[in-house]
């Protein structure tokens, strides 16, 4: 399944069909971002899953309310529109190439 990706209302955008350490390995890979808080695997609730920084701006990733994947949005609503477009760019392309995170893992690609 490709992961499928679109904007949200509050500034952010939504992803669904990659799990949150797929999500949260590419969003890392964008040079500037610090996560600050990770979820463990283990704990679960509707509160943030991840929040990091990024240029200045604070980020969080939530779970969707509307549809099984994640929301990945600006604390400040409206704000950081230049900054989530980078983090959306580098999402997309990771998605391009799903294997990168996995291979990481120490899982090998099959030919």
């Known amino acids: 399944m490709k ?9 952010g955008f ?8 797929q999500l949260c390995h590419s969003i ?4 500037g971002v610090d996560f600050t808080y990770k979820r463990r695997f283990y704990y679960w609730s509707d509160a943030v899953f991840a929040a990091f920084t990024f240029r200045g701006q604070e980020f969080t990733i939530v779970p969707s309310s509307l549809a099984d994947g994640w929301n ?4 400040q609503k409206y704000s950081g529109a230049a900054e ?28």
Request: hydrophobic share 40%; with cysteine.
């Open 14 to 21: 939504h992803i669904q069909g990659i799990c949150l350490a």
């Open 28 to 31: 890392a890979a964008v040079p």
């Open 72 to 75: 990945v949005r600006p604390d």
């Open 84 to 111: 989530i477009e980078e983090i959306e760019a580098n999402v997309r392309m990771s998605c391009q190439t799903p294997w990168t995170f996995w291979e990481s893992l120490g899982f090998r690609k099959q030919k």
């Open 3 to 11: 992961p499928i990706m679109d904007k949200s209302i509050d500034g």
